[in-house]
C-alpha cells in the first residue's frame, strides 16, 4: 500500500472519530492524530466543525497544535512553546518530519548545515541517521545523500497541507505556467515549421544540383562523342594524305613507274619530205 491511500485511510478514521465526538473530548484525539506515524496531513481534520468549535474555548490551543503541524515547522514551535501544549517524543518526531518536507517543497538541495540548525541536530550521522530511518523508510521523501558536498538531495517529496492564502498564489503559479507554456507550444510550431520549410528548400536544391549535373553528365558525354568523332575523321584524313603522298613520290620520282614507260618508248625516225 503506498503513502497516499494509508494515509487517505487514516484521515477518514480520525475525520469519523472527530465529527462523532464533543468538543470536550477533541484533545486527546488530537494528540493522537499529530502523533500518528502515517499521518502527515490535516486539513481534513480542520475542516471538521466540532474541530472548529475549540476557538476560544480552554482547549484553543489544542487547534494551535493542529494548524502547526498541518503549516509549521520545528522552529515555528520553538518561538512558540510558551502558548502551545508541551509536544510528546512522537509529535516532536512528527513535526520534525514536516519540518523537512517544509523545506522539500522548495528546495530540491537541502544542505546539511541548515537541517542540522532547522531540526536541532548536533552532527552529521544523527542527521542522516534521521533523513535515512525517519524520512525515506517513512517514504515521504526520496532521495540521495552527498556527504561530499554535504547536502541532501530531493528526488521526491509527498506535498503537506496548503497554508490559507496558498491556493491563490499556487494558481497563479499554474496560470503563468500555463501561459510559458502556450508561448513555448507556439516557438515550438514555428521551429517545427522553419525546419519542414527549410527541408523542403534542401530537397528541391539537391534536385536542382542532381539535374545540373545529369545536363553536365550528358553535355561531356556528347562532347566527348563528337571530340571522338572528329579525332577519327583527323586521323583518317591524315591517313589519305599519307597514301596519296606515297603515290605522288612512285609516280613522279626519277626512276619511278612513269619515267619508266616514257624510256621504254622506241624513238620515231624522222623522214625527209619528198
Not at 500500500?1 to 473530548?25: C, G, P, R
Not at 502558548?83 to 522539500?104: H, N, S
Not at 505556467?177 to 520549410?197: C, G, M, R
Not at 549535373?213 to 550528358?218: I, L, N, P, Q, S
Request: charged letters at 30%.
Amino acid at each position: 500500500m503506498d503513502i497516499e491511500q494509508k494515509q487517505a485511510e487514516v484521515i477518514n478514521h480520525f475525520v469519523k472519530q472527530a465529527s462523532t465526538l464533543q468538543v470536550s473530548l477533541l484533545t486527546p484525539l488530537i494528540v493522537e492524530a499529530t502523533a500518528h506515524p502515517s499521518l502527515f496531513a490535516f486539513s481534513e481534520i480542520l475542516a471538521v466543525p466540532s474541530v472548529a468549535e475549540l476557538e476560544g474555548t480552554e482547549n484553543s490551543r489544542y487547534l494551535d497544535v493542529l494548524r502547526l503541524f498541518a503549516y509549521g515547522t520545528w522552529t515555528d514551535y520553538k518561538n512558540n512553546a510558551g502558548r502551545l501544549p508541551e509536544l510528546i517524543p512522537d509529535q516532536v518526531l512528527k513535526l520534525k518530519q514536516l519540518t523537512v518536507l517544509t523545506f522539500a517543497e522548495t528546495n530540491k538541495v537541502l544542505p546539511y548545515d541548515q537541517l542540522m540548525q532547522e531540526l536541532d541536530v548536533t552532527n552529521v550521522r544523527e542527521l542522516e541517521d534521521f533523513l535515512i530511518n525517519e524520512c525515506m523508510y517513512a517514504g515521504i521523501v526520496r532521495g540521495k545523500l552527498d556527504q561530499l558536498r554535504r547536502c541532501f538531495e530531493v528526488q521526491f517529496a509527498a506535498g503537506r497541507d496548503l497554508r490559507p492564502g496558498q491556493l491563490g498564489n499556487m494558481l497563479q503559479t499554474l496560470s503563468n505556467w500555463l501561459a510559458t507554456s502556450e508561448d513555448l507550444l507556439v516557438s515550438i510550431q514555428e521551429k517545427i515549421k522553419w525546419a519542414d520549410t527549410t527541408s523542403e528548400l534542401d530537397k528541391q536544391h539537391r534536385k536542382d544540383v542532381e539535374d545540373r549535373v545529369e545536363e553536365v553528365k550528358k553535355s561531356l558525354s556528347l562532347k566527348s562523342m563528337c571530340l571522338t568523332y572528329v579525332l577519327a575523321e583527323v586521323t583518317h584524313c591524315k591517313q589519305a594524305d599519307i597514301d596519296f603522298r606515297s603515290n605522288d613520290e612512285i609516280y613522279f620520282q626519277p626512276g619511278g613507274v612513269m619515267d619508266y614507260e616514257d624510256r621504254s618508248r622506241s624513238k620515231r625516225r624522222r623522214h625527209p619530205r619528198s
